[in-house]
């Protein structure tokens, strides 16, 4: 078999493409997917984030502007539904965020949509990096565990909430600020400020009315002289 052209073999795989579509063969000139060649370009790079590289045991490919993803024995994950679109991760058994009906998801190995929630938009970056990750409906943003639960229901924040340091992490409700903790507890539900720091040695700054100050995880409030 001739093809347009052919890629290095990469862990027992080549890319080859012909007439504009792209497969895979083996060391033995066999396709991997001998029925269905794919719209996207699958030459492997040295990017995590490049879904080509079958890390977790999938690769993503596109065919009609729908996504999937393929083992190395050519078996594709979801052979019922494509996706609108995808973005490959690797936590846990997490393979990818996926978006179908204009909503996003997380997939894992077993094909299984993880949250009983869909979302508008799932931040791929910094996924899970202090155990949460962010979560829009309706331009509001919230954070899911990796249970995916979520970590306030009935607060819904203007941005991403910051990181957690030392149990609390920054929010910001309505253009004012406060602390939220891995409960979902607001610090000072009462006292909302016009802009707020992460905790350090227990404290953290803030800014009220044009007032600075400090405040500790015991309730206490320090105005700067």
Known sequence: KWYDSIGYFYYGLSVVKLDGKYNWINVQGNLLSPQLWFDNDLEPNQ????????????????SNNKCNFIDRNGKLLSPSIWYEDSHRCFVDDIISLVKLDGKWNFIDKENKILSPIWYDEIYPY????????????????????????????????????????????????????????????????????????????????????????????????????
């Open 126 to 225: 910094s996924l899970f990096l202090d155990g949460y990750a962010t979560v829009i409906n309706g331009n509001k943003y919230n954070a899911v565990d990796r249970k995916f639960k979520i970590l306030s229901p009935n607060l819904w924040f203007d941005g991403p909430k910051g990181q957690f340091c030392e149990g609390y992490a920054t929010i910001k409700v309505n253009g004012k600020g406060n602390w939220i903790d891995k409960n979902g507890s607001v610090l000072y539900p009462n006292i909302w400020f016009n802009s707020v720091g992460d905790f350090y040695n227990g404290y953290a700054n803030f800014l009220y009315d044009g007032v600075s100050g400090r405040v500790n995880i015991k309730g206490d409030v320090i105005w700067n002289p």
């Open 47 to 62: 990017s995590l984030n490049n879904g080509n590289n079958f890390y977790s045991g999938f690769a993503t490919v596109v």
